[in-house]
């Protein structure tokens, strides 16, 4: 009984979403369609604005801009092949336009509060997870990257 368990449970938990996408956001709070672009690295990568619901940004982000991401980071839970093949996410937060002295330039820093996936969840053509487009499960955390 106890290895049928073992077998069964981590069977189900396959099929069994944790968090779903969405396709539309919260209008009413301030939100911004945001991608992570990996540069060819495992550790880091950058943060793209490529959207936002402020009338008066909307021009600003139709070729993408670079932000620093502060606060709620999707890369703390989610696997390496989802946060770094252009899976979109809605993250909802202040954004901030300061001046860094280390580079000598303006950058627009995002204090993220919540996130949500957007539209559909990308995956990279090398994992071993079954690729879901409206959900993740368990083992899309980064926990199972090994897989």
């Not at 969405?22 to 604005?49: L, M, Q, R």
């Not at 093949?85 to 002295?101: A, H, P, R, S």
């Amino acid at each position: 009984m106890l290895l049928i368990m073992v077998i069964i449970i981590p069977v189900l938990l396959l099929f069994i979403p944790i968090r779903c996408t969405h396709s539309a956001p919260n209008e009413e709070k301030e939100f911004y369609i945001v991608n992570c672009v990996s540069e060819g690295t495992t550790d880091s990568g950058v943060w793209i604005i490529s959207g936002s619901n402020k009338d008066n940004k909307k021009q600003d982000w139709e070729n993408g801009v670079g932000i620093v991401l502060k606060g709620k980071n999707p890369k703390n839970i989610l696997s390496y092949d989802i946060c770094n093949n252009y899976t979109q996410f809605i993250m909802y937060g202040k954004l901030v336009k300061e001046f860094d002295k280390s580079l000598g330039r303006e950058v627009y820093t995002l204090d993220c509060t919540k996130w949500q996936i957007y539209s559909e969840v990308k995956r990279g053509n090398y994992s071993f997870r079954i690729p879901y487009k409206h959900f993740i499960t368990i083992y899309d955390l980064k926990y199972f990257d090994f897989l």
